[in-house]
């Protein structure tokens, strides 16, 4: 019941950074991360390669991310306007190949580079302050964010909205290891230099998209390096990001700065709130089918589980955007985004409801809610 919470706490949180964008609102993969040649290490079991992860220390880094996608999704543009217009510009990132440079100090310092072909998107945390600017049209917003508790050294505190590294990724999937998730230690590799170990999760489910998920794990800090995760009945990786280049030394403190450019038009905008899942394993009751507190609930566990979102949830202009329609298809009551790995049916009620499941899971879920 715990790793069913968990892993309930873990989709909301990955729902606005990763699926949400093809429904609500997200952040960041045709192959997999480029692991060097196999290299000999020291064996350890799964239990000690995700304890390695788990006592990570690393608290600040640099690097280059690579991430590449085969979602199913079509190429959407990367230039022009399409691709600085709201959701596109979300959703685009969930397609084809991107490199971004990444700088982070602590939990409350960040700054996150998505290089485009003609531009470039950045997004600045420093404490409280969060900023995201567009070279494209030199345009640029800012959010305060609630200040946050005090956290332990290492990065695996909460991480700042919108920036996608391994470890953030990694984490959502290591939420997931339980009776229902085989997991075994692969070959020794490199990657950005560093030689890593690959842990492989698999689900036992069937009714799953997930293939499995194989993450590489830095041999000497326990740093998650890079994520394959590949779909049932998919070759290539669904979705993979990667360092091609890491520093673990501290980047310098004016990264963390940010004043938009002369002439750039800066908007403010307000923080957005995810409601919070009630805690099953204190109420003691069994999975909830109905938001009917205004809250996400879910159905299932594990890999087979499903989000539901309550009507409102979703932004208006998500729902309306040209962008929306040309990822989705019609379907009784609704539309409906299928990719490889994840399902997304957004109802005319204005329920939402998300898994990495198939379609029919998710109609199953809301027909019995």
């Known amino acids: 019941m715990v790793r069913e919470v968990a892993m309930t706490r873990v989709w909301l949180r990955w729902l606005p ?25 020291p064996n350890k079991t799964a239990e000690e390669v995700i304890a390695m992860i788990a006592r990570s220390d690393v608290r600040a880094l640099s690097g280059t991310l690579q991430q590449n996608s085969d979602l199913g999704l079509p190429q959407l543009p990367s230039t022009g306007p399409a691709a600085t217009q709201g959701p596109a510009s ?17 939990p409350a310092k960040a700054r996150f580079q998505v290089m485009d072909m003609l531009a470039e998107r950045d997004l600045v945390r420093n ?24 956290q332990g050294p290492a ?3 909460p991480a700042t909205p919108g920036v996608t590294t391994p470890d953030v990724v990694a ?28 842990l492989v999760i698999k689900p036992r489910s069937t009714g799953t998209l997930v293939d499995s998920v194989t993450i590489a794990v830095d ?4 740093l998650p390096l890079g994520v394959d995760v590949r779909a049932r009945g998919q070759a290539a990786a669904a979705f993979s990001i990667a360092f091609t280049d890491v520093s673990l030394a501290t980047p310098d403190v004016g990264l963390f700065s940010f004043t938009p450019p002369r002439g750039a038009a800066v908007e403010e905008k307000a923080t957005p709130q995810m409601g919070a899942v009630p805690d099953k394993t204190k109420t003691g009751q069994g999975p909830q089918t109905k938001a009917a507190t205004g809250q996400p609930s879910i159905t299932g566990s594990g890999w087979d589980a499903v989000v539901a979102l309550p009507a409102g949830t979703m932004p208006t202009d998500v729902r309306a955007a040209p962008m929306t329609a040309q990822l989705s298809q019609a379907v009784p009551g609704g539309r409906a985004v299928t990719t490889s790995l994840v399902s997304v049916l957004m109802l005319d009620d204005g329920r939402v409801f998300a898994g990495m499941v198939p379609l029919e899971r998710l109609q199953a879920a809301a027909a019995a809610s």
């Not at 041999?219 to 326990?222: D, E, F, L, R, Y």
């Open 127 to 150: 404490g409280t302050d969060l900023w995201l600017y567009n070279s494209a049209d030199n345009s640029a917003a800012h959010m305060t964010l609630p200040a946050e508790p005090k």
């Open 171 to 198: 984490q959502h999937f290591l939420a997931a290891v339980g009776p229902s998730t085989e997991v075994t230690v692969g070959e020794g590799t490199t990657v950005a230099g560093r030689t890593a170990y690959q």
């Open 17 to 41: 950074a990763a699926v949400v964008p093809l429904a609500l609102a997200a952040a960041a993969l045709a192959g997999s991360y480029q692991a060097g040649a196999a290299t000999s290490l």
């Open 219 to 222: 041999s000497a800090s326990g």
């Open 90 to 106: 979300v959703i685009e990132l969930l397609s084809g190949s991107h490199t971004a440079r990444v700088y982070m100090d602590g």
């Open 155 to 157: 990065l695996h505190s």
